[in-house]
């Protein structure tokens, strides 16, 4: 049986970078104890990658390879020479470094961002194993001596970070769970530095979400909140997944407790988010306030109100529990009980009347023509959007109206975006058929051909393949 490298790492990833003393250390703890098998290398030889068509199968496949390279604690070993200073190695494998017995000291000086890794001594060698692809520089030192070392680790395939995403995106777009978990953390290993790592996570945190995996969606929170930064646009994705997995035992990041006017059912998410906490920071209880005192309500008062009780300022917390607040009457709070009324939910019920109102105005002026005013209407309904069933079309709309005042770019990034919400087929082939037009409007024949191939291969049944097919024949 296959042992998955997303069971494995809870073991393999218990390392961290450290220094190195001579004393055989390794950082956060050592791996299982496990046989070995030594694989030649030359000192400074170049070691190949394989060429390889990325698919969701493929993905796995490399996966399943790695994982099996670490549980049989697969070994590339140098020459004898202990003067080396660049090596390759593949990830997932142990690389033994000769080095010279006065040479006592050594360090990962620099390394790929967001990677782990391991360097420990072994006799007259270095131990080095990461899974994280990339360069990693090494100094090495000892009476009077210093040198460094350049490994370059990397994937045994050859593929493009662009290839993977496409994939990723792609089983994102179909809701492909597991196959988007191995994708989006082949991504992390192979492309460490990328910017679309934040993407993706936030794609798999989305449909973990969906499916009430909550392991999964802390794992994508926390790194996230390690390697990157959550933004005013991450928002609703974020709050809906922590909420959809009932995931209540984490510190809400600070971007997530910031009051949206806009963004009423957000609100409402991470308010009842920090209700379901047994303790909160002061600043999740800042941001109940502030949602309190735009709809009171009895559930919001008693945790609003214990919580100051027992952090040193009962006088406040007693206001909140009786009511007696500013700008709140004893007779409005009193009439709402827990299980009676549900004030946020009403709040959300009106957003959504409000972002369907912007929605099909915006709609009825796309058809008429009047491209700035639907672009106004569709932006406030952007606004108002909380991953609703139109978001898709939303994003959709707002590229028609950049395409047909020549905003090109503009254009082809509301496609692309819509894409990466829409759940229909057949209006993922008009989107990717539109992403075409854009590509070839921007002088990008590459991107033309690659966009409408995409829809013919992947929706042949569709009106829109036809339509690539003719496009295509006047590109030849």
């Known amino acids: 049986m296959k ?67 670490l549980k049989n604690g697969k070994t590339r070993s140098t020459a004898t020479s202990n003067n080396l200073t660049s090596l390759d190695s593949y990830v997932g494998e142990f690389l033994y470094i000769p080095i010279k017995e006065t040479e006592d000291k050594f360090r990962v000086s620099n390394s790929p961002r967001s990677s782990v890794y391991e360097l420990t001594k072994a006799n007259t060698n270095l131990r080095f194993r990461s899974l994280y692809e990339g360069n990693f520089v090494v100094d090495v030192s000892g009476e009077g001596t210093a040198r460094k070392i350049t490994i370059s680790n990397k994937v045994k395939y050859e593929f493009s970070e662009n290839d993977l995403y496409q994939v990723i995106a792609q089983d994102y777009n179909n809701r492909n769970f597991n196959a988007l978990k191995d994708g989006v953390q082949l991504h992390k290993l192979a492309f460490p530095d990328n910017s679309r790592a934040k993407t993706a996570s936030l794609m798999l945190m989305e449909v973990a979400g969906a499916n009430r995996d909550t392991r999964t969606v802390k794992n994508e929170y926390d790194f996230i909140q390690k390697n990157s930064s959550f933004t005013a646009q991450d928002r609703v994705v974020v709050a809906s997944a922590l909420a959809n997995a009932r995931v209540n035992d984490v510190n809400l990041d600070r971007v997530l407790t910031t009051y949206s006017f806009t963004e009423k059912d957000t609100n409402t998410e991470i308010a009842n988010l920090i209700l379901s906490k047994n303790v909160a920071e002061r600043h999740e209880i800042e941001f109940l306030q502030r949602v309190f005192h735009d709809v009171p309500d009895r559930n919001l008062s008693n945790y609003i109100g214990n919580w100051y009780v027992k952090n040193g300022n009962p006088a406040l917390g007693n206001q909140y529990l009786t009511g007696n607040l500013s700008g709140v009457s004893s007779g409005e709070l009193a009439s709402l009980t827990p299980g009676t009324t549900d004030p946020l939910r009403q709040v959300a019920e009106q957003n959504y009347a409000s972002f369907r109102e912007n929605f099909q105005n915006g709609e009825s002026n796309l058809r008429s023509g009047n491209y700035a005013r639907a672009r106004e209407l569709f932006q406030a309904a952007l606004a108002l959007n909380r991953n609703y069933d139109e978001s898709g079309r939303l994003h959709f709309y707002i590229g028609q109206t950049n395409y047909n ?28 058929y539109n992403m075409g037009l854009a590509s070839h409007e921007l002088g990008n024949t590459t991107d033309t051909r690659n966009y409408l191939t995409y829809v013919t291969q992947r929706f042949p049944s569709s009106e829109w393949s036809q339509r690539s097919i003719n496009y295509l024949a006047t590109l030849n």
């Open 3 to 69: 042992v998955k490298i997303l069971s494995f790492l809870a073991l393999a990833l218990s390392f961290a970078g450290c220094t190195g003393t001579g004393r055989g250390t390794s950082g956060g703890g050592s791996l299982p104890s496990i046989q070995t098998s030594s694989i030649p290398n030359t000192a400074g030889e170049k070691l190949p990658k394989e060429p390889i068509v990325l698919t969701s199968a493929a993905v796995t496949r490399i996966l399943d390879e790695l994982s099996a390279d």
């Open 405 to 432: 005042t020549g905003n090109y770019s503009a254009a082809l990034e509301s496609y692309r975006t819509a894409a990466n919400v829409e759940k229909t087929a057949d209006r993922q082939a008009e989107i990717y």
